[in-house]
Structures are given as C-alpha cells and as structure tokens.
C-alpha cells in the first residue's frame, strides 16, 4: 500500500475529487430523478406537473451540455472512506482541496466561499477551514461529494429539545418545511438527524441526505405524507409534492436532552462517488 505522502497517491485523491464534484454539479442520482419521475406522474396540479416537467427538462440538458445543474454550485462536503492501516494525513485534505480547486476552474463552479464577516471572496470554494472534509473508516478508499447550496441550507434548523417532547419530533419537522416555504426550491429531500450532541445532530441530519431515497421506512414515510399535506408544492407554487423522501438518521444521546437538526437539501440533491485505487 502507497504511503500517505506518496505523490502519486495524493494526485489520485485530487484526481478522484475532481471527478466526484463535477460528476455531483451535472449528474442528478438516479434515484432522485425516479422520484422526480414519480412525482411528475402522479400531480394532480397542472402548474405543479409543468413545474415538475421544468426540473426533469433542466436535467436533461445540464448532462446533455456537462453543465452545472443549478447556478448556486454550493459549497462541496465531502465525506472520505479510509481502508484500514491508511492514516488520513494533512497532505491528504490539501489534495481534496486541490480537486475543488479544479473544479472550480475547470467545470465550472460559481466561487461561493467567503469570509463570514469580511464577506471577502476567497475564489476557490476552499480555505477559512473550509470545505469539510468527513473521514469514516470503510472498506474501499472513496470520495462522495455532497454539494450544498445556500437556498436550501439557510432554512434548515435545529432544536435542542426536552426528552418529553419526543413525540413532537414530527412537527418539529413539518414546521420546518412550514416555515422554509418556497425557498428551498421544492420539492425538497429531508436529512432529519436525531440524537448526539448539539453538533452530532446536525452531522447526522446532513450525512442522511446520501443515503439512497428508493425506499423510506414507515417513520420517514410518515413525516413525508405530513410534509407533502402542507401543499406548498414544486417551486413553491403549490402543488402535492413538497417533499420526495425524509431520511433519518440517529444516535445516543444524554439521558437529559433531545437534539434534532433538520437539514433541507433542494430537488437537485446533488451526490457523487469516486474510488481512489490504491
């Protein structure tokens, strides 16, 4: 096995970074676009179905063009998978950072990165400790890339609640949707992360939106019926789909607290894999 400062593997991981973000800005997941289908054949909204047929019809032409499928490009998590006895190393983490770069440029992607205060620009969608890379051990080397714009990040929420109120985690959630209206661009997938910490559950939340939306267990099916009765509809201009899927994630948490993060991804839910041979 390749060291962990090996040139080669480092190009690799760029390389590989690369290939997941552009392959995450132009090509929506299959699943998704079945459930767009989906939701496209079953609206009983004219408007809605016409809206549904916009999104289908962007998709098209953003892979016929290899094209970005949204202006906002967002900000691109990533999440890394390590075989075991490879270390992650700094060298590491600035060869995924170098693979942003390059997709901003190459692609392109809008530079959305900035200071939080100065406002200022850093160009390349990377530095200021950003973009976050998450490090889990697994079986093969890879790189998924989960692309986040601010439309649907900035209404997404969490709440620290009390362990008695575990039956209003579902309203929690449907308030959130509520609240975040139209400017999500709907229909929306729903990362719900359930238990931790204050910043556990906003990881799990957001770690819930790669998972696979082709099936939903009864729970998450539940909160997606509650979310879809709010009519708020494609693009916001009413409809029956709100929502394609709710995917919820969970850990263990203090015997005294309940936290529960809502992250909001839009109807381009963006996510791609790359694996880095080693």
């Known amino acids: 096995m390749s060291g962990s400062g090996d040139p080669a593997l480092l190009q690799k991981i760029s390389d590989a970074t690369?290939?997941?973000?552009?392959?995450?800005?132009?090509?929506?997941?299959?699943?998704?676009?079945?459930r767009l289908l989906c939701a496209r054949n079953t609206e009983s909204s004219p408007v809605a179905k016409q809206e549904l047929e916009n999104i289908l019809e962007n998709i098209r032409l953003a892979e016929e063009?290899?094209?970005?499928?949204?202006?906002?490009?967002g900000i691109p998590v990533i999440y890394v998978t390590i075989p075991p006895g490879?270390?992650?190393?700094?060298?590491?983490e600035e060869a995924v950072h170098a693979g942003i770069r390059a997709a901003t440029t190459k692609v392109p992607l809008r530079p959305n990165l900035v200071d939080p205060l100065s406002r200022e620009n850093t160009g390349t969608n990377t530095g200021l400790m950003m973009p976050p890379v998450h490090v889990t051990t697994g079986e093969r080397f890879t790189i998924t890339a989960l692309p986040k714009g601010a439309g649907s990040e900035n209404?997404?929420?969490?709440?620290?609640?009390?362990?008695?109120?575990?039956d209003r985690i579902v309203k929690f959630v449907v308030e959130t949707m509520l609240k975040a209206g139209g400017r999500p661009c709907p229909p929306v997938i729903l990362g719900v992360g359930i238990g931790g910490t204050f910043d556990v559950a906003a990881s799990l939340a957001k770690?819930?939106?790669?998972?696979?939306?082709?099936?939903?267990?009864?729970?998450?099916?539940?909160?997606c019926d509650k979310v879809n009765l709010l009519g708020i509809g494609p693009m916001g201009l009413g409809g029956d789909t709100t929502c394609l899927a709710v995917k919820v994630k969970t850990a263990g948490c203090h015997t005294a607290s309940l936290p529960v993060a809502v992250n909001i991804q839009c109807w381009a839910a963006r996510r791609a894999s790359e694996e880095v041979i080693i």
Do not use: F, G, H
């Open 65 to 73: 063009r290899l094209a970005p499928l949204c202006q906002d490009t």
């Open 18 to 34: 690369y290939n997941a973000v552009r392959n995450s800005e132009i090509y929506l997941p299959d699943d998704v676009k079945d």
């Open 155 to 166: 209404v997404s929420r969490i709440r620290m609640m009390n362990p008695s109120e575990k």
């Open 86 to 92: 490879l270390s992650w190393t700094r060298e590491m």
């Open 207 to 223: 770690e819930a939106l790669l998972e696979p939306v082709s099936c939903m267990s009864s729970y998450e099916q539940d909160i």
